[in-house]
């Protein structure tokens, strides 16, 4: 089927109101009943450098941005000379009178007749856009009302006076572009949120009372979705002074029986491995949330990319259990977030989400999470059995030892960073060693046990594995723009189907080397220059990828640029 979604690009500095004017237009068609997914690209500045919001949308159901522009939203020259080359051969400029549209169908929007102050130029620009799209003007004047609301009524209709000036001037314009389809009359509600909401979303709904951050783009908006809900939920926000107080804050909260987490992204989480390492030792139940951006070091501090696999996996000093997850959508990051915690608390070990600028960032839209399916999640005890003979670090055969949270009985808890025995005494007996490092190790068996398996998307072959000719292999962010390159094959009558890992370690061969090995030909799509979960699955299963579409230019992989790299493997 080809493609029938509208891309709209707005474009200028950071300052210019661009966001605001994405996000009401975005709000607006999700309530009317379109579907949204927005990718947003800004510099690590306060003011100026070019920012562009992107919204794609429609009737039909898609999964990723795209690579063309069919409306570009101009707040600045540099806009429409950065993307005009991006634009589909029906595309349409909306742009002021003073900015260079020569040869380009464009709405030249005399900005200052409509606006009388220069603030409310992304009104005209929403107005504009609204009534191209031939979109009802009631539902953006409520957006704006609800906008407006703490300024009161006279800044209320002062907005909607611009906003229905806008769309009065752009009836008496003849710009040729088609009106997006009808939408249902009777839209179903959804809701309209980003990764990062999401992912605190899931934590909230997993129990989380304690989140400990510093803020680091682009980990940042977990940390202020929990405060935003912080009264409510009766959840503990706190910004610590770096991130090594941030980690260890957590450790404090969880050993004192909260249930905690820890949002950053990866410059941050390098300075927590110490702490981590102490989560290990001390069997304490910490979330982290590490939203991937490219390095090394500062990088490209507000860009995407997905090279964070190998330190998040190896992070801290000696050996231990973890389990990281990696979520491919917004439905995802809810659910997934939700099992971190499972797994942290019924482990006692740190627990890991990986997550990107572009998923953290991405806008879009998705039915009410169902919270009344989710399995309950144990918390520590109280009080033990037997108190006088209570053991913090007792030897159990699954490796789990019961949790006791200390001061509520007249059980001793007694925790060390050093080796220690069974009841948490410091110790160098290596017999006793020998027997903690199996029994933190044990606990992987059992996070194993419990691995979530690839998702398989495409028809079954014989014996319920994968007989196509490609098999698309992704993890995290990728998801989406790896099915619609599977549309896309589909169109020109290929064999293909995407194997989605949502959860990257513990890796169980038996989930997925049986569709690997099926396949005629494997490719793996990542994020990041080395093709890290390639080498993983390689150094794991001995599986060998015959092929590899990787993307580290800082911007989100899309169908196009899969199809492009698919050119040269195939």
Known sequence: MPDSSIVILVGGEAGQGLVTIGQLMAKALVRAGYEVVVSQDYQSRIRGGHNTFVIRTGLDVFHAPCDKVDILVA???????????????????????????????????????????????????????????????????????????????????????????????????????????????????????????????????????????????????????????????????????????????????????????????????????????????????????????????????????????????????????????????????????????????????????????????????????????????????????????????????DGISPRVIPGFSTALVVSDSDEHTEDGKLTEDLAVRVQMVDKRLAKGQGLAAEAVPPSLFGEEGPNGSKDVDLLLVCWGSTLGAALEARERLAEQGRSAAVLHFGQVWPLVEGQFLPRLTAAKRTVCVEGNATGQLARLIRQETGFRFRGQVLRYDGLPITAAYILRGLESIL
């Open 75 to 397: 707040l600045n020259a540099e806009t429409v000379a950065r993307h005009k080359g991006q634009l589909t051969p029906s595309g349409l400029v909306v742009a002021d009178v003073d900015i260079d549209t020569t040869g380009l169908n464009a709405l030249r929007v005399p900005f200052r007749t409509l606006a009388p102050k220069v603030v409310q130029d992304n009104v005209v620009a929403l107005g504009v856009l609204g009534q191209t799209l031939c979109k009802d003007i009631g539902l953006l004047e409520q957006l704006l009302r609800e906008q407006f609301a703490k300024k009161g009524q006279e800044v209320i209709d002062q907005n909607l006076a611009v906003l229905r000036a806008a769309y009065a001037w752009v009836k008496t314009q003849d710009h040729g572009f088609a009106c997006l389809p009808s939408a249902p009359a009777y839209p179903a509600e959804r809701l309209m949120l980003t990764g990062n909401e999401a992912i605190a979303l899931g934590a909230l709904a997993a129990g989380c009372n304690f989140c400990s951050f510093y803020p680091m783009t682009p980990g940042s908006s977990v940390a202020l979705t929990l405060a935003e809900h912080a009264k409510f939920m009766g959840t503990v926000v706190e910004q610590a002074e770096d991130e090594i107080a941030a980690a260890n804050m957590a450790i404090g909260a969880a050993s004192a029986g909260g249930r905690a987490l820890v949002p950053t992204a990866g410059g941050g989480f390098a300075l927590m491995c110490e702490a981590v390492s102490l989560a290990g030792m001390l069997e304490t139940p910490v979330v982290f949330v590490v939203a991937m951006r490219p390095g090394p070091a500062t990088g490209l501090p507000t860009r995407t990319e997905q090279a964070d696999l190998n330190l998040v996996l190896h992070a801290g000093h000696g050996e231990f259990p973890r389990a990281v997850f990696a979520p491919g959508s917004i439905a995802e990051c809810f659910s997934l977030t939700h099992r971190a915690f499972a797994m942290a608390e019924k482990y006692q070990s740190p627990v890991f989400i990986l997550t990107d600028q572009y998923l953290a960032d991405s806008l879009q839209n998705a039915g009410p999470f169902n919270t009344d399916g989710l399995p309950e999640i144990p918390g520590p005890l109280l009080e033990p059995a037997n108190p006088a003979t209570y053991k913090r670090f007792a030897l159990t055969a």
